[in-house]
T-cell receptor, first 112, second 110 residues
Framework: DGGITQSPKYLFRKEGQNVTLSCEQNLNHDAMYWYRQDPGQGLRLIYYSQIVNDFQKGDIAEGYSVSREKKESFPLTVTSAQKNPTAFYLC???????????FGQGTRLTVV | EDQVTQSPEALRLQEGESSSLNCSYTVSGLRGLFWYRQDPGKGPEFLFTLYSAGEEKEKERLKATLTKKESFLHITAPKPEDSATYLCAVPTDSWGKLQFGAGTQVVVTP
């Protein structure tokens, strides 16, 4: 089945630790995205990538880092510099920019 | 500044009671408008893409329309399974950066 797989579904992190969220797609899409969703708020863009080895900052990139070494993978690292990391993180992909994006099922990160 | 505003924030409907959700946008050079459905704890599910004013798309009880400044999502004779948060989004640059609205939470009661 084609789709976008995010793992893990739930993640707990201690303060001061870096954690990496996985996102893999087998749709052969060029573009990939990371969004953050907080209760009662819309999705906010963290990073996006149109091609391998290239990515751009979104609206809330501070405290996050990404890599795009393979077309099908776009991992997100939440660093200790992110002051309020508890949120629902969503990965998406699209054939190219400006076409509809398809989302994974999300990772819920909680800082304990 | 590019903005996407959805109204109402929440909508409570009786089963069979049709209604419409609004998505208004301010963006230079519309490159498309997308509608999504999101269930609690899940990722958004793609519903429709609209590219030009006057365009309409339908899927089961949902119909999306587009004008030059806003889009409507019409829910006809809704059922409880239509309960969800409905999101709209527009690209704000040529790279596909999407600006999402805050969503409309729809609850349909039997």
């Amino acid at each position: 089945d084609g789709g976008i797989t995010q793992s893990p579904k739930y993640l707990f992190r201690k303060e001061g630790q870096n954690v990496t969220l996985s996102c893999e797609q087998n749709l052969n899409h060029d573009a990939m995205y990371w969004y953050r969703q907080d209760p009662g708020q819309g999705l906010r863009l963290i990073y996006y990538s149109q091609i391998v080895n290239d990515f751009q900052k979104g609206d809330i990139a501070e405290g996050y880092s990404v890599s795009r070494e393979k077309k099908e993978s776009f991992p997100l690292t939440v660093t200790s510099a992110q002051k309020n990391p508890t949120a629902f993180y969503l990965c998406a992909s699209s054939i190219k920019g400006n076409t509809e994006a398809f989302f994974g099922q999300g990772t819920r990160l909680t800082v304990v | 500044e590019d903005q996407v505003t959805q109204s109402p924030e929440a909508l409570r409907l009786q089963e069979g009671e049709s209604s419409s959700l609004n998505c208004s946008y301010t963006v230079s050079g519309l490159r498309g408008l997308f509608w999504y459905r999101q269930d609690p704890g899940k990722g958004p599910e793609f519903l429709f893409t609209l590219y030009s004013a006057g365009e309409e798309k339908e899927k089961e009880r949902l119909k999306a329309t587009l004008t030059k400044k806003e889009s409507f999502l019409h829910i006809t004779a809704p059922k409880p399974e239509d309960s969800a948060t409905y999101l709209c989004a527009v690209p704000t640059d040529s790279w596909g950066k999407l600006q999402f609205g805050a969503g409309t939470q729809v609850v349909v009661t039997p």
